[in-house]
């Protein structure tokens, strides 16, 4: 983020974070030396897996994607969109949840963990995103994926100034995982625009800024709004 320099302090921070991601289960962290950190391509490419398709989203997939610049350039259309609904974590409550409960909402899903420190670094952007969009017709689905308690999610949260965002979680790394399947999720964080029927319009492997004119214009494409 800011002027796109890593200090020492910060390097030696991605560093260890690095580090603890392959502890954690050999999870890929990015970082770049500049710019957002993610990387754009072409069209993110699914698995075998991923056979539950929603051939109807093709055109408003590739209309999201060309939007897609600047910050937010990373942000891929979905080759072919895709059923995400079957995605299971906890919800706030504590309680176990599908995306299938946010039917009705387009979504901004990003997973993250505490060890990953581009993930902790675009929390309080994604907590900005949601304050000033969500509501009955977006949010920012937000899942951490640290193994163990709440306890140091919940902590990191708390100390950064969180408080827009809900609480996801997923201590098992099934949404990775099921992710990672479909050729979706190379490392952390990785997020997905998802429409309100549950389809994958499209995904990035990286961080951003969320808080920037980019987001926004990307948002609104992706709610049908003029850009």
Not at 17 to 35: M, N, Q
Not at 54 to 74: L, S
Not at 77 to 95: E, M, R, T, V
């Amino acid at each position: 983020m800011g002027n796109g320099k890593l200090n020492l302090p910060a390097l030696r921070l991605i560093m260890l974070a690095a580090i603890a991601g392959v502890l954690a289960g050999g999870v890929a962290v990015y970082v770049s030396g500049g710019g957002s950190g993610n990387q754009p391509g072409g069209a993110v490419a699914q698995g075998p897996a991923a056979s539950d398709s929603c051939p109807a989203k093709a055109e408003k997939a590739n209309t999201v994607a060309a939007a897609a610049v600047g910050d937010v350039a990373a942000m891929q259309a979905a080759d072919p969109p895709l059923s995400l609904k079957f995605l299971a974590f906890d919800g706030p409550d504590g309680k176990p949840m599908t995306l299938a409960g946010h039917a009705g909402k387009t979504l901004l899903v990003n997973v993250w963990a505490t060890w990953c420190a581009p993930c902790r670094a675009e929390m309080p952007e994604l907590d900005a995103l949601q304050a000033k969009r969500g509501g009955s017709g977006f949010e920012v689905v937000a899942i951490n994926v640290d193994t163990g308690d709440d306890a140091k999610p919940k902590k990191f949260l708390t100390e950064t100034g969180v408080k827009a965002l809900d609480y996801y979680r997923d201590a098992t790394m099934g949404v990775f995982n099921a992710l990672k399947e479909r050729a979706l999720a190379l490392g952390l964080p990785v997020t997905l625009l998802v429409d309100p029927e549950g389809c994958l319009i499209a995904a990035m492997n990286g961080p951003a800024n969320w808080s920037g004119p980019d987001a926004a214009r990307l948002i609104d494409v992706a709610l049908g709004a003029n850009p």
